[in-house]
C-alpha cells in the first residue's frame, strides 16, 4: 500500500546541477561538485516534513564513506541510529531504472515514500510509472540491486 506520495516540488529553491550525468557511477548519487549525498537533500525529513528539506553542512554524517547532511540536528541523530531505515533505495539512482534492469541518476526533488521507503526517480515520468505498479516495481528493483550495486564505485 502506498503510505503517501508528496508531489513534484515547484517551489523548491535549491538547483539540482543541470549536468547530472557523473563519469563514474557510484553506489550513493551524489552531488558531483560535493560529493555529499542526495544532493544535500535532509534523507528523513521524507519522512517527517510535508516537503523535504535542504540539508546543512553543520549538520553532517559520514555513513558508508558518504557525507550526509540533515536539517536539524534531531535528523542526523536519527539518521545515525538507523541509516538504512531512512536512506533511499538503491543508493538514491532511479528507482525505475534499477526495476528495469539498469542504473540511473536520480532527482531528490522527484520521489515516493512506499511501505516506509523513500524512492528516488530520474524524471516525472519514471516516478508515475513506478507509482502505477508500486509493489511491482519495489521487488523488481530488489532483484536486480544486487547485480547492478555490485558494478557500482564505492567513493
Do not use: C
Amino acid at each position: 500500500m502506498l503510505a503517501f506520495v508528496l508531489p513534484l516540488l515547484g517551489g523548491v529553491s535549491a538547483a539540482i546541477p543541470a549536468a547530472r550525468a557523473q563519469s563514474v557511477v557510484t553506489l550513493f548519487v551524489t552531488d558531483p561538485l560535493t560529493g555529499i549525498a542526495i544532493y544535500g537533500w535532509d534523507p528523513v525529513s521524507y519522512f517527517t516534513e510535508p516537503e523535504p528539506l535542504q540539508g546543512r553542512g553543520d549538520f553532517e554524517y559520514v555513513w558508508r564513506n558518504v557525507p550526509w547532511h540533515f536539517a536539524t540536528a534531531a535528523n542526523r541523530d536519527i539518521f545515525a541510529r538507523a541509516p538504512e531505515i531512512y536512506a533511499p533505495q538503491f543508493g538514491g539512482h532511479g528507482a525505475m531504472g534499477v526495476a528495469r534492469g539498469y542504473v540511473s541518476d536520480s532527482d531528490p526533488r522527484l520521489y515516493a515514500v512506499f511501505k516506509q521507503r523513500l524512492y528516488l526517480f530520474y524524471s516525472a515520468g519514471s516516478r508515475e510509472a513506478f507509482l502505477l505498479a508500486p509493489d511491482a516495481a519495489a521487488l523488481e528493483g530488489e532483484a536486480n540491486w544486487p547485480a547492478l550495486s555490485a558494478t557500482l564505485s564505492v567513493k
